[in-house]
């Protein structure tokens, strides 16, 4: 096999592994959603949480684990989902 055959073939797995992964995370975000609302959260509450998540999923500091978990609890007392 050549250089070239396997650089396309390395390619084309990542690129099955990609949609692979789309795949599940959309199956995992309608679980997520479905749990949630489960527990009592109401739809703007739910898209609030997966906002939050994306974005501190794709920033990033040296504190955003802290300042991830300090919003999170002060979202849920907020909205009365956790008592302070």
């Avoid at 795949?23 to 703007?44: N, V």
């Amino acid at each position: 096999m050549s250089t070239h055959s396997l650089d396309n073939s390395l390619e084309d797995n990542s690129l099955e592994d990609n949609s692979l992964d789309r795949g599940t995370d959309a199956q995992s975000a309608i679980l997520e959603t479905e749990d949630l609302a489960q527990h009592g959260f109401e739809q703007d509450e739910i898209t609030s949480l997966l906002r939050l998540r994306e974005w501190y999923q794709n920033g990033g500091s040296d504190r955003i684990d802290v300042i991830r978990y300090l919003e999170f609890l002060k979202f849920l007392v907020s909205n009365d989902k956790l008592q302070s």
